[in-house]
């Protein structure tokens, strides 16, 4: 640890603890494991500032870490947290277990629906979304080398900006509920085929139920057709999903929030 610079704050915290690196996911930020805590270090923005409020707001309404301590400095934060309890849903045993998994998922999506959100800090409508998409594409942030095959070249867009405007122009419907904004597998942790936290809550807030279930399905179709981790769990439909959930798919809405994830 004493290669690692840490605000005097947080070190008091970790001094001298074991820890591991965690280098699941696609964020490129820093998270060391701590048997009781979690230490994140990332380039400080809007989102961690959006994340550390929501976290605190969240306390005692649904499973999230605990804001421990925060600090920024010389253009970065350091966000130690709580460590939820459980394994990422993208565990072994769950994707062996796919009834059990989608039982979870779906249980863990009404959970949130269930929260009020008059009083939500943070609302991210699609008004907003599409603010924040543009940010990304104005300022070459869009990550080509994440995104489904089929998004742009031959039969798809030609370009990021070409797939703004299409999603400007085919505004859906607000439906708002809490949204976690990156409903992925790893993002939600399971122990006993119980939700036990959700993690990553950068892009959390009052946002369309509709956003979740298309990344929780875009997640659930990868990780079981072999695209995350390699491999292959034979026979698993994504559509049971929406059997759990007790809903009609909206695919037009499926289609406009994965696109929208495209550009992020």
Not at 54 to 71: C, D, H, S
Request: charge should be negative; glycine fraction near 8%.
């Amino acid at each position: 640890m004493m290669q690692l610079h840490v605000p005097s704050k947080i070190r008091s915290w970790i001094e001298d603890k074991n820890y591991t690196f965690d280098d699941i996911g696609m964020s490129g930020n820093q998270v060391l494991i701590f048997e009781d805590m979690v230490l994140k270090i990332e380039e400080t923005s809007a989102s961690v500032d959006r994340q550390v409020q929501m976290m605190r707001w969240l306390e005692g309404k649904v499973p999230v870490p605990k804001v421990i301590a925060y600090e920024v400095e010389n253009g970065k934060s350091y966000l130690l947290m709580s460590k939820v309890d459980g394994v990422m849903s993208c565990d072994t045993y769950y994707l062996e277990h796919p009834e059990e998994l989608l039982e979870a998922l779906a249980a863990g999506l009404k959970m949130l629906w269930e929260v009020d959100v008059k009083e939500c800090p943070c609302v991210r409508d699609v008004k907003t979304v599409l603010e924040e998409a543009r940010i990304q594409v104005e300022c070459g942030w869009v990550d080509l080398d994440n995104v489904e095959p089929t998004t742009f070249g031959e039969g798809g867009f030609e370009s990021p900006e070409q797939l703004l405007e299409w999603l400007e122009n085919h505004r859906p419907s607000f439906e708002p509920v809490l949204s976690h904004g990156d409903f992925c597998l790893p993002n939600i942790f399971l122990a006993n085929g119980q939700v036990k936290g959700f993690i990553d809550l950068g892009r959390t807030g009052v946002g369309d139920k509709w956003n979740d279930i298309a990344l929780c399905y875009r997640s659930l179709k990868h990780n079981f057709d072999g695209t995350y981790g390699g491999k292959v769990y034979e026979d698993f439909n994504p559509d049971i999903l929406f059997e759990k959930l007790g809903i009609e798919p909206d695919w037009e809405k499926i289609k406009w929030y994965l696109l929208l994830d495209e550009l992020f």
